[in-house]
């Protein structure tokens, strides 16, 4: 505050014993701080920003944009603030297998027989008067309609969350303000559990009642792709169909489509040559090399703009002159390897065994595999 | 097979037919064979009936029986009178609970799912709607996830929109001794996003079949609450099975409310009253008082509005048809 009367534009601290505090003010209304521990290798000054993106966007979906702008009574903007708690909680619990919090992008399951869930899916969200429906695997997008698509992708990746911390309701309707698509409207989110870990929703309007589009379409559209559906749920930490061979070195791997926005992630259970990390150390070990390398080398276009804005101190990234396309680390645990061309980027986790001079090889070997299935 | 014949009274008849053949419009009766649901439940001979011809001609009859009557005698049910309250425990229910477990849990079911019944026994599932019902942080939530199962929330979230939990419960019926499985659905709905949005409690309300009204041991407030939120929850003129669940019983060190208060609560209104609290330990025992006595009711009411009590079989059906009888 005594900056901004100065006209200075103060961005963020660190305390003495290396917390990090960053904040920002989101329409002249509401100033969000994030506080981190003081073990800041953990938690850097990127993921505190996406954080405190996306709790305003938690906070927009909920109650609206109207509310938060203009708040005519702090008590009761207080008060319904506690909607938002369980969204929030659930980026500041993130970890495990999705990874769309620091990613921005939609996490995604790749199935079988994609094209018969998407043609059921078109027809169920015709039937629902809607033109938004999505199909989730475990939380994963599995199919989407075209104009859930061009939703802005921190609107699906915030949607895919929201509908994740319903857990295991049969269905849920749910009022939602898009933060960049509709802000001021509600719309309704519908959302049906079909088996266990697998979920459809819609976003549409007054009509249908839930219980009439639970009744009347659910069952119709959806018995009988439940042979496909209880595949798609056997690929759990894989999110890949069975007809895509990787190299047996691959632990673990993170693909992200720079264009559509979407990324695949994929932990391999069944490879396990000793003394590799666990699967839950596997999903961890690729959100700190994604978070690593995106800070490091593959800045991307956003975060290099607000790095010029408000000329944080990361003159390492800013002190290139060119953009790095391959990146490798070599640690205790693992080896990893980080390739990144104009329509796509993939980091990869390998075993400490394998050969540093063999990572770029295999790298190169197993995007070309990724892309051939079109994704 | 029944022996109360078509002719005794056609109009009657008729309207109780047409009361559950709308019912299976609303997909609220899932059965394995229409016509024999819909004779049994009728008290009505298939033979001479002709179910099929009857589902197509009576579709969208209302029924005709005046709510008040049936109000009456649903206050008079006496428990345990059209369902056995103990079976759970019996030999005979292994075989149906154990389709409802998965690895001594409680096995979850997708909306395309039911519990799958060896061939041999066929058993017809029918399907309520349950709006839950109370003031914010009463345990709403808390309580559709104990009565299905689920892992009880640890931490209190208000509830953002309407969220709905499948329940399946078998029950044993006392006059023809067939096994039905009972599909509750709970609606619960968070009282913020309630009066937030306005289309949320009609959506609630839409075609419910009974209504739990929720009030917290531990806060005296939500029990005189009651009393208008029966009020409001119901119109006159509605014909729905009213229930009230006290929550968090087991905090009785804290109570609020009296024991006294509760009885007399229960004399005043006719209403009957059920306490859950505690830790969920997942056995049927914690879970069947309330669930027995809400499948009691529904299917009291259910019957009263198909407009007669089905007579008591003179024989056993021999056909097919009626294996799950």
Redesign the interface.
Known sequence: MFGSGQDVLLSSCETERGGRVVWRVFHDSVMLIAVSGQDTEAVCEFQLRRLLDNIWNCMVL?LGIDELVNVRNVERLK??L??C??LI?GFLEASGEWMGDVTHCVDCLLPPQLVLLQEALDAFSHAAESEFGCLLVHGKVVAATEKWWRLAPQEVVLLTVLLRS??????????VFLPQGSPTV?H??LR?????G?DVCVLCG?SP???RA???L??RF??PL?EILWTCLALKDHCLPGSVTLHKDVLGLLLINRESSRAISSVRSAVNPPGAPSVARRWELLRLFFIFTVKRYFVQDEVAQRQKRESLQEEFALGFSHQPIQCYMVTEECKCFGLQTPHYQLYLLMPFSVPTFALRPLAARTLSTLTATGF | MFSEPLGGDVEQTRAAASYWIRRRKQGRVLCQNEATLISVKCGWNREQGGAGEWARCMLGAACSWPPTCCELMARSLRPGSLVHVDWHRSAEAKEFFSRLQHKKKRRKFGLLEAPVMPPSISVDTVNYKVFISGKSAVGKTTLAARLAGLDVPRMHYETTGIETTVVFWPVKLRDSGRVLFFRFQFWDCGENSLRRFDHLLPSCKEQMDAILFLFSFIDHASFVDLSSQIARGTGASDNIVKVVVGTKFDLFMHTDVTEEEVRSFQAASGIPVFRVGGDVCGGWGEVAPLLNALAELLWHQDRLAAGKMPPQPSSRGETGDLAGC
């Not at chain 1, 319903?166 to 009022?175: E, N």
């Not at chain 1, 049906?192 to 266990?196: K, T, Y």
């Open positions: 909920i008060r319904d506690r909607l708690y369980q909680d319903l857990g295991g309701t049969a269905c849920c309707d749910q009022p509600p309704r989110l049906f559990q079909l088996l266990p697998a007054p009642s839930l219980q639970e009744i009347e659910v069952g959806w018995r439940m």
